[in-house]
């Protein structure tokens, strides 16, 4: 984590403790505890797990998050410690992605409590890969004259892309590599696509001036495409 996320995480705290919330936990996820967080693109992702939350909790919760929000365009996700316990079959996805890399900022270790179902993983990743390949074909049919455009709605969709990478070889039994292009090798090795078409698009996601041709989106159509047909096929237990 770089110096000045660090610093503003211990302000963040800082003022969580100063504002008497009541006990709570702090963990860190995300491309920040990856050491891969790009300033001006990615978000820097919080969760907080609350003893209680009440209308006199968000009230104090006002002024951090809402200088938070102002420092980091981003604000924390806000459960209660019961709920916390029963959300791994809500958002197993979300769930398994952040066990892959995060630090613990306050308290105890809250994902050493749950336990994400395989079952549970496949549906919501079949789910997440469907929806954002028709999301993807929609912007294709929009913008597949307009290189620049097309090139920006990319690299706008690349991150969710990744996250799904992650889960995909999770399912798969396999650890994901910290690294995102040697994610998109992996899971193209694992799920049966081309992992270099995908990583391709995958170093264009910081370069604003990016114009998407014709063969980088059909590659990465067909990567998605493909992710979604194995994760739809997966059997439980099955270890590609």
Wanted: charged share 30%; aromatic share 6%.
């Amino acid at each position: 984590m770089n110096d000045k996320i660090s610093q503003q995480l211990d302000r963040f705290l800082g003022e969580l403790d100063a504002a008497g919330v009541g006990g709570y936990r702090a963990l860190l996820h995300g491309s920040a505890a990856r050491d891969q967080h790009i300033p001006g693109w990615s978000d820097i992702n919080v969760v907080l797990v609350l003893d209680s939350i009440t209308t006199d909790t968000l009230r104090r919760l006002k002024a951090p998050l809402a200088r938070w929000r102002a420092e980091t365009d981003a604000l924390p996700l806000l459960l209660t410690h019961a709920e916390w316990l029963r959300s791994a079959d809500a958002y197993p996805l979300e769930i398994a992605e952040m066990r892959t890399a995060y630090r613990v900022l306050r308290g105890e270790d809250s994902l050493a409590e749950l336990t994400v179902a395989p079952a549970d993983l496949r549906q919501a990743l079949e789910r997440e890969l469907r929806g954002k390949l028709l999301r993807l074909r929609q912007g294709y049919a929009l913008l597949a004259d307009e290189p620049k455009r097309m090139g920006d709605f990319v690299r706008r969709s690349i991150s969710a892309v990744l996250f799904l990478c992650r889960g995909l070889v999770l399912l798969a039994g396999k650890k994901p590599p910290l690294d995102p292009v040697d994610l998109a090798n992996m899971a193209g090795r694992v799920a049966g696509f081309d992992g270099p078409a995908l990583a391709r698009i995958v170093t264009r996601r910081g370069v604003t001036e990016w114009e998407c041709t014709e063969a980088d989106m059909r590659g990465y159509l067909a990567a998605v495409e493909q992710a979604a047909r194995f994760v739809d096929n997966f059997q439980i237990g099955e270890r590609a």
